[in-house]
C-alpha cells in the first residue's frame, strides 16, 4: 500500500476561497519556472520607489491571492522599496480594507482545513511563518472545534484505506498516524482516529 501523504502545494485549497482583496486590483504578475518545476515570481527592483508603485505591487499580489500584513511588507523590501514608502502604502491598503489579517486568518484556515486537511497545530505553524499576530490566529484557529478536527482527520484515513487491502496492520498503522501527525493533528487523536477507522474498514 502506497500512503504519500499528498497535500497538493500549500495555496492549492487556500486559492479557491480569495478574499475580496484576492478579486480587487490590477492583474497578476506572469510567473516562471524553476528547475523543480515550481512557480516563481519575477522581483522587480523597485530601487526606492513610490507610494504609488509600492500599493500597485501589492495590488498584484493581491490579485494571486489574499496576503498577510507581513508577507506583503516582505515582497516589498525584497524589491527594494523603502521602509516609509513600505508603511504607508500598507497603511493605506490596510485603511481601505484590501490588507485585512483577521479576515486572511480566517480564510486560510478554513481553506487549508477544509482542501488540505491540515490539523489545528498545523494551522497555527502556518499563520507564524506567514507573520500573523497570535490573539488574531487563535481567533481564526476558534472556528476548528474538537469534532471538526477529528472528522477531517478521519476522512483523511477513510480515504487512504478506500479500496485498499491491509496485509499489514502494524505497518500500516504507523503510517497513517505519521500522515496525520504532519498534517498537525495530535498524537492521540490520530492513534485513535486510525484505530476507529481501521477496525470499521475491517468490518465493512
Known amino acids: 500500500m502506497d500512503f504519500i501523504d499528498g497535500d497538493g502545494g ?4 487556500y486559492r479557491r476561497s480569495r478574499s475580496r482583496s484576492a478579486q480587487t486590483g490590477r492583474r497578476g504578475e506572469r510567473g516562471q519556472h524553476g ?12 530601487e526606492g520607489g513610490t ?16 496576503r498577510s500584513r507581513s508577507e506583503l511588507e516582505k515582497k516589498l523590501i525584497s524589491r527594494g522599496f523603502e521602509t516609509e514608502i513600505i508603511t504607508r ?38 499563520l507564524r511563518l506567514k507573520g500573523v499576530d497570535q490573539d488574531i490566529a487563535s481567533e ?20 487512504k484505506l478506500r479500496n485498499k ?15 496525520l501527525a504532519r498534517k498537525g493533528y495530535s498524537a492521540g487523536m490520530s492513534y485513535e482516529v486510525v484505530k476507529t477507522e481501521m477496525a470499521a474498514a475491517a468490518d465493512s
Open 89 to 126: 502604502a500598507l497603511d493605506r491598503l490596510q485603511e481601505i480594507g484590501l490588507i485585512d489579517d483577521a479576515d486572511f486568518a480566517h480564510q486560510w484556515v478554513h481553506s487549508r482545513h477544509t482542501y488540505s486537511g491540515k490539523g489545528k497545530k498545523a494551522l497555527a505553524v502556518e
Open 165 to 179: 487491502p491491509v496485509e499489514d496492520r502494524d505497518k500500516v498503522m504507523r503510517r497513517l498516524v505519521a500522515m
Open 51 to 66: 507610494e504609488a508603485q509600492a500599493k500597485d505591487a501589492c495590488l498584484r499580489l493581491l490579485t494571486d491571492r489574499a
Open 140 to 159: 481564526a484557529l476558534s472556528q476548528i472545534d474538537s469534532a471538526d478536527e477529528r472528522e477531517r482527520a478521519a476522512e483523511l484515513v477513510r480515504r
Open 10 to 13: 500549500e495555496d492549492a485549497g
Open 35 to 46: 528547475e523543480d518545476g515550481q512557480r516563481r515570481e519575477r522581483e522587480p527592483r523597485a
